[in-house]
């Protein structure tokens, strides 16, 4: 019951929990091969990657942000604001690339916003996240409007469209590659930088933290921006899947990626986590999601297996620390 | 400590009041003799669908132009008690009456009985109330979903004679009368022409074009050999439209189907342009966006002046029109979404750029 | 019936995967008696009273209570059975007034609801006894530790327990704040309870204890009336060190050696006039390779200095960093100057527990650990490993967590981080806080080899010895003004004077 | 002594805010909008935010454990559905209402099995159960609003008013009152108190923290359900879509009203002028007519400002030496 103990134990539940996770996987994995319709296919595995790629690339720098003890529940409405906004921009004539600066620099924005209410104003992440939800969301709508519909579908260039569903060798979707690329980036950063270890730092103990001059302003508003960042750049990799721009985009989102990085082992309380248990939360979910709809099941009971999943997996952690 | 605190408040409430006061003020104006003849309601399931706007929009056009009416229009942002509480406060406004379209048919019920008590009429609109006691405003979608099956099953079999008919389906769900209309209709119609043809599934895709795509293209990994697909919507038909170009298929020569066909409904500016891209492979929808709203707007006058008795169910029905690659012409279309999107641009130009 | 045997602990084994906490204790303790229990950080103390209230389950051996064989499933059954704790991290509710918590867990109710509670007088009557400054309203979150102490304890004697345990009971203390907490204790006796006492210090196992049991790696190694001790130490003094003797196997004594002064030294860092909330014009000089201790009683405005120092809080008036005036206004601005801190609260404010040694140390520098801007794995193991060695750490391996190691070695831990820094003015909060003698030594003599190495430091604590032996200026402080600068070694440096300069300014 | 004082002070200074900020926000409605100002309004508003009342009542208490319950809104739509089947299958209301209630306090208990006796995080347990309550609500309904054949009395519950007062503002009275008295006078209060503000010194005290937890679960199980069954009075129908984010709504009204996410110190008062706070913004901008789209911008826009007061406020408190001052 003291400190000592409880941390101890929890640090230990680290392992174990990827190893009972990965097990679920395997799980899941092994009685799709054999039980659904061309489950066992390349083109399913990329399928499912891709499926999960932006829950992924979110939740990479999610993750860090949550190791600090803070969270974003504004992700969904920032990617939809830059997706409207991207869209927006190109239709008026803005350049591709210059737009895609614009907008993710505007999502960056979000972040600092989300920042400077948790970090300097100390607002419960809660609270402030969850007005950005609204407010990002609200505009998202209004731009949209002000573009003469509930959507920015007709107009956009062609060839950017196509862009978002290139298949590299034929085979393996872009998007695939672009969270390949940014989960090795934060791979990086959570082992290798400065930026990493104080993450770590301030969600274990804040004022030992202050104490030792690691800028705690600084690191929680440089993660809420790399969140913010990420959420706009998958707002526009969206837009260029989708081939238009809807404001209801990417609704619910913030709720999958705390989910995947709660079932990866991340505790809400900051202090503690890792990317690859993120990874596997993710796939697990993403799993669970691509069987159920190979079996054509309705959503209905899709929602009751997700809640399943979660409880489940953590359930069967706490009784194999029971046992240890 | 204090005197912060009551800065800080008086200063951000100023300010939120300034933006209400800002966007509040421009709906008051340009009526004949400065005020309006009548004042009534318009309560839309959700703004997010760019349907719905359409018809909000409309209504308070046409409100104005042709009976100096002011509309308030309410958003139930898809929610029981946002729907009902926006019924009271349309009530407490006092306006002459309130045209409502929500899924729930209980609630319809209820809220027209509410209102009926304050010597409010009620017209409703899209889904029928659980019971029939007020005009109701209804767009044929059943006849033209099924005209789509079919002309979707005869462009197949015409491209692939004797491969049958494999279809899949977005809806919202399982909503009974969306069944009826909708989904079920346009299955009907596939398969009036080919009695062989199979429905693969039939999925809820949120009204949401990216989960529409995700589901899809789980939909295709399970049965590849999927060849009409129809979206609940347009969104879900784009959504399925873009499942399919990202594993390569979606793809026409001239209207002629080498991979599959896509019906979306609603028949707003996005679908329009995916229809007459002579290589994309969506290429069916219907909607009535204009003549419904009219109808409601119509109705409640008609109800406030006592031309209608607000206690009797009389459906009006208005055509919802359908629009294919094949049977109609992009003037049409571009003269549908002018009167009933509002749409400035020309649609050859969406075309020629989505074709691109 | 003062020589009953209230507690009997026969061959008591705790194991742990892969440690033997407690290794075959047993002893006794009689009935209204003060019964010490010494021992290292780490030689199974606070195990054996988790064994004692239940909170672990002992592997083998048996506990008499009152005769009666005792096994308390949880820390319920051990409180039902009159045994009570007093943990270092204290167990009150800020939220709740003094009443409440003394009530709390107990309340008298009907129905659920609570009932104004009848014997309150009772427990007014021994609050009042204890301490009369507190009062049943007052909200606890708004009391010193020493009062919430008080608290506990009254909860204690007001669950009419026969046997309270105290960990570390004056840890947080001030002298005056320990006086006080003995008298208590002495009450305590009165009323018939008998006080498991566990310390460091041996003069409050002179000054309170009837007993004193020796641990050590988990195993008893003596039982000792203290009175024949200190008789002993009467007579012959070098006989007093047999207890030191027994606890760590080696002696220590700690006297003040003036240390050789390298010429003038040059100042370092100048403080003139600082006020704020709590500081009147306090003025102090540091010079290189000095040690400079701050003392007083609690409030009397030495943890406030440090605070200002390292730019925690505000502050009105000038402080020069080798001549230069610096504005310290933050942590980052106040290591920028040149300063360094080892706060006093080392769980709260010194170390990452979750991580393990090797990330903690450089975490104030964390530049000494980059290649390139990264991380620089080998870096951070010899880094590591060099301070494990220099500062003797107690550690399996350096990727142990920082949580499983003993206070001192946390301790030595945070000073590690703090050296790190290679700043060149060290604060030094109460730095052997809860550490035990031997590593007390041990940081002792690190600092002394810092200062001689040409850094100023700065000392705050509470515990005179300390100040009298590590020192070679004292600033007495008093009610936030400096009462006087004394030179160790000069006569004005003995325990009468300093008493009577913070007590009562003059 | 400073410190009852500083007490009081806090409490009060807290709630003034709230009250302050309705008050700004009533004068300012009053005067942009003519049909704001009056009884029967306002007794729309009271019946817009009652089942968030009534819910975040209980839900204050489990916050001040520093638990909460994602899963309230699911509970309502399951309890609604089920509440409309039994109705529609001919179970007289009362019975079936019971019976309902029955089964959302049954929803209410695995809560808090799995996070009182099971340790499960509350953010996982609550969370898990949304998901699973949700899909039970559609799986009995398959989907559809349950409405046929439904006795027309069940929508008097939310119609009907008792000495010129709708039923739901009794309510609102009702289980305020009710949880005031707990929160401030009876064990359960005190010992939430305890859990959220120091659970060892609540363990030692021996309390059972766990039994705590889970009796507040099912309790706020219990008025979930019991907002359910008002949500289908409503219309008259059991819709499984209902309920939908409901238990933000909650949350935010607890929040608003200065409970603190970690647990300790929480007032249902605050609670309500939370949840009336976000009941007039969206009544009063409709009434405004103003876009759905900036209403969800300026609701941002307040919550943050009404948070950062209460941090002010805090703040101040905590100089006042009401918490630890840490560096």
Known sequence: MTAMVSSAGRRRSMDVQKIILLAILVGIFVFLSLAAPNFFAIRNFTNILMQVSVIVMIASAANLLMITGNFDLSVGSVLAFCAIMHAYLTKQGMPIWASILACVAIAALWGVFNGVMVGVLNVTPVIATIATMYAARGFAYLIARWDGGANITAGLPQNFAEFGRTMLFGQVPIIILFMVVVFAVFFFIERKTPLGRFSYAIGGNLSAARLSGINVVGVIVALYVLVGALAGLCGIIQVSRVGAAFPNLGQGLEFDVIVAIVLGGTSMMGGEGSLVGMLLGALVVGLAANGLNLFGVQYFYQTITYGVILIGAVLIDLAVHRKA | MKKILLAALILSVAVAALVLVGCAKKTDEGYVGGKPTYVVGHIVYTMEAQYHQGIAKQ??????????????????????????????????????????????TGLTTAA???????????????????????????????PSSQMMGEVAAKQWLAAHPGVTCRVFILDFGKFPQ??????????????????KAVLVGQLNGFSSTEKSMQITLDALQKEPRINIIFGGNDEMGLGALAACQQVGRGKMKDGVPLTEVIAGLDANISAMAQIYNPNSS?????????????????????MITGKIDPKKYAETQVLSREFDYWNSTMEEAQRFLEVNYLFTGSLKDEVAKAAK | MSDEILVEVRNLQKHFPGVRALDGVSFCIRRNTVHCIVGENGSGKSTFIKTLTGAHQRTAGEILLGGRPFEPRSVGAAIGSGISVLYQELNVVDDLTVQENLTLGKEQSLLGFVRKPRGLEAVKEILLSLDPSIHLGDMVGCLSVAQKQVIEIA???STNCSLLIMDEPTAALSEQEVGRLFAIIRKLKERGITVIYISHKLAEVFEIGDVVTVLRDGQVVDTLQVAEISRACRDVPESCLRIVRLMLGKVVVETYVPRPSTGPARTLLEARNINNTKLRGVSFELAEGEILGFYGLVGSGKTEVARVLYGIDEYEGEILVKGARRDLRGVRCALGAGFAMVPEERRADGIFAGLSVRENIPMMRIGSILAKGLLSRGKENALADRYIASMSIAVRDREQKVALLSGGNQQKVVISKCLNREAEILLMDEPTRGVDVGAKHEIHEIIRSLASKGRGIIVFTSEMPEVLHLCDRIVLMHEGQVGEIVANGSPAANSDHIMSVVAGGR | MTATRARAGFAVDQKLILIGLLLVINVFFSLASPHFFAVSNYFNILKSCAMIVITGAGATLLMMTGNFDLSAGSNVALTGVVYALLAQAGVPLFAAGCIALAGGTAFGLINGSLVGWLNVPPFIASLGMMYI???LALV????????????????????????????????????????????????LGKHALATGGNRNAAFFSGINTGRIVFVLYVIVGALAAFSGILTAARSGAGDPRSGNQFEFDVILAIMLGGTRLQGGKGSVIGTLLGALVVAVLDNGLNMLNVLTFWQSIVKGAILVMAILLNEKVMAGARKRGLARASA
């Open chain 3, 155 to 157: 909860k204690a004697v």
């Open chain 2, 59 to 104: 209504i308070v056009e046409y409100g104005k132009k042709m009976y100096n009416a002011k509309v308030i229009v309410l958003d139930a942002q898809g929610k029981d008690e946002v729907a009902m509480s926006a019924v009271e406060n349309l009530i407490q406004q006092k306006v002459q009456a309130i045209s409502l379209h929500y899924p729930n």
């Open chain 2, 178 to 195: 969306i069944e009826e209309m909708r989904t079920g209709a346009f299955f009907q119609g596939v398969k009036n022409v080919d009695p």
């Open chain 4, 133 to 135: 309550g949700r899909g």
């Open chain 2, 282 to 302: 969506f290429k069916l929808t219907h909607g009535a966006v204009r003549d419904n709203a009219i109808a409601e707007m119509d109705t409640m006058i008609g």
């Open chain 4, 140 to 187: 009995v309904s398959d989907g559809s609003v349950i409405v046929d054949r439904i006795p027309p009395s069940m929508l008097r519950i939310y119609q009907g008013t008792l000495l010129g007062m709708p039923y739901l503002a009794w309510f609102i009275v009702f289980f305020v009152a009710v949880f005031m008295v707990i929160q401030r006078r009876t064990l």
């Open chain 2, 112 to 142: 027209i009985k509410m209102a009926r008590e304050k010597g409010i009429p009620m017209v409703t609109t899209l889904i029928r109330p659980s019971e029939r006691i007020a005009p109701h405003v209804q767009p044929l979608e059943g």
